[in-house]
């Protein structure tokens, strides 16, 4: 299974951007890259995917560098509600995530 | 929309006990999935139905795991016997299908099922 490696943990100020780093050189053609966020006692949470090419939705926007050995997950404005674990996966054909150890965030009010 | 729900949420059995877990997919989800976070290590996959078929069930760990999904709705994962090791959260989740028989790619998590072996 491809492996991704983020940084431990992360800290950002309230109302700040924040921008989350991935790398994942060993991603194969097919594989898509997700991000998921686990809030405190609270299963993970979907929050973006992308293949090849930026994406943008409600909660945050993803950057996917050209070679896709790397990625970043962008959340425009941090509040306090978005202190989680933030996983980097890459998914392959048959849809089954596989995580790694992701990374904390805490928000600084 | 009801979310995945997962019952129960706290379980504590002794080593040797039998337990059932059981999930409650999103209504309509045809994709449903089994992970697993045991004492200190990472999320892991166990396995995936679509429909009442499993598609992949290549990280279960044991024999001694049974899990399954009668008619299509929701789903157990039964633990026989249980071994100290077996401690952790159990995660459920479940997806849309996709066009042409695929999937949709975002996985929706039940809160999870804690379960001590003592």
């Known amino acids: 299974d491809a492996k991704t490696t983020q940084p431990n943990s992360m800290e950002s100020n309230e109302e700040e951007p924040v921008h989350l780093p991935c790398n994942h050189s060993t991603i194969s053609g097919t594989d898509y890259i997700h991000w998921y966020r686990q809030l405190p006692s609270q299963g993970p949470e979907y929050v973006i995917h992308g293949l090849t090419s930026n994406v943008n939705n409600r909660m945050a926007s993803l950057a996917i560098a050209e070679d896709r050995k790397s990625s970043t997950l962008i959340l425009h404005r941090a509040t306090l509600r978005d202190a989680a674990v933030y996983y980097c996966?890459?998914?392959?054909?048959?849809?089954?995530?596989?995580f790694g150890t992701g990374t904390r965030l805490t928000v600084i009010p | 929309e009801a979310g995945v729900t997962q019952f129960p949420s706290h379980s504590v059995i002794e080593k040797g006990q039998t337990v059932t877990l059981r999930c409650d997919p999103i209504s309509g989800h045809d994709n449903l999935y089994w992970y697993r976070r045991v004492m200190g290590k990472e999320i892991k996959f166990l396995l995936h139905?679509?429909?009442?078929?499993?598609?992949?069930e290549s990280g279960m760990p044991n024999n001694r795991f049974l899990a399954e999904r009668t008619g299509g709705t929701y789903s157990t994962l039964k633990v026989q016997p249980a071994e100290l090791e077996d401690s952790g959260v159990y995660f459920c989740?479940?997806?849309?299908?996709?066009?042409?028989?695929?999937?949709?790619?975002?996985?929706?998590f039940g809160p999870g099922t804690r379960l001590t072996v003592t």
């Open positions: 989740a479940s997806s849309q299908a996709g066009p042409q028989g695929g999937w949709l790619h975002e996985q929706y």
């Open positions: 996966i890459l998914r392959d054909l048959r849809n089954n995530l596989f």
């Open positions: 139905f679509v429909k009442e078929s499993k598609q992949d």
